[in-house]
T-cell receptor, first 119, second 111 residues
Framework: EAGVAQSPRYKIIEKRQSVAFWCNPI?????LYWYQQILGQGPKLLIQ????????DSQLPKDRFSAERLKGVDSTLKIQPAKLEDSAVYLC?????????????????FGAGSRLTVL | GDSVTQMEGPVTLSEEAFLTINCTYT??????LFWYVQYPGEGLQLLLK?????DKGSNKGFEATYRKETTSFHLEKGSVQVSDSAVYFC??????????FGQGTILTVHP
């Protein structure tokens, strides 16, 4: 099966500019996640969608970050305006099992990531 | 709050050496536990998982046992290879599906 597709792979912008990342999950996967991975740290969840509804966006900086998942398939993550500390790899993941899975045993499949550098 | 603590890295070993990467967690309830691996230039991949106490996950010669009494899920391999050089992440999952990750441990294996 095709994996999780993300684009662009790399993006360099000036601070205060805007950027958008796109993700296409594995076909049929109901749940989609966006993670932020800062260099030297583990991935941190930004937002989780179940179909086209938001399950968890508690760690999304809503003053500058936004995400949508129209029609419950692909998703876009936007940053506007970007700050220096937003430099990171943005990972998209999907899973077949939605909320209520058995003790969280559902496996996430990750895309290759989009590396953002803010100058 | 919920968190995962991994052994500080980086770890440098010679080929065929024994590997242990420690992982402990703090979580509500009884989460599932995972090890993910990130090879150079690639995305995160599931290495192994365990869903309940005393379960042992294994894959590619790696093993980890879910120890509820010590809230640990240490990763081990008896004989590492150069191709095992990567970043290893411990994580736990909840019934809401999301994963909480540790900070990662860089492993470098020399011939």
């Amino acid at each position: 099966e095709a994996g999780v597709a993300q684009s662009p792979r790399y993006k360099i912008i000036e601070k205060r500019q805007s950027v958008a990342f796109w993700c296409n999950p594995i076909s049929g996967h109901a749940t989609l996640y966006w993670y932020q991975q800062i260099l030297g740290q583990g991935p941190k969840l930004l937002i989780q969608f179940q179909n086209n509804g938001v399950v968890d966006d508690s760690q999304l900086p809503k003053d500058r970050f936004s995400a949508e998942r129209l029609k419950g398939v692909d998703s876009t993550l936007k940053i506007q305006p970007a700050k220096l500390e937003d430099s990171a790899v943005y990972l998209c993941a999907s899973s077949a099992t939605g909320t209520g899975g058995i003790s969280g045993a559902n496996v996430l499949t990750f895309g290759a990531g989009s590396r953002l550098t803010v100058l | 709050g919920d968190s995962v603590t991994q052994m500080e890295g980086p770890v440098t070993l010679s080929e065929e050496a024994f590997l242990t990467i420690n992982c402990t967690y703090t979580a509500t309830g009884y989460p599932s536990l995972f090890w993910y691996v990130q090879y150079p230039g690639e995305g995160l991949q599931l290495l192994l998982k365990a869903t309940k106490a005393d379960d042992k996950g294994s894959n590619k010669g790696f093993e980890a046992t879910y120890r509820k009494e010590t809230t640990s899920f240490h990763l081990e391999k008896g004989s590492v290879q150069v191709s095992d050089s990567a970043v290893y992440f411990c994580a736990f999952g909840t019934s809401y599906g999301k994963l909480t990750f540790g900070q990662g441990t860089i492993l470098t294996v020399h011939p």
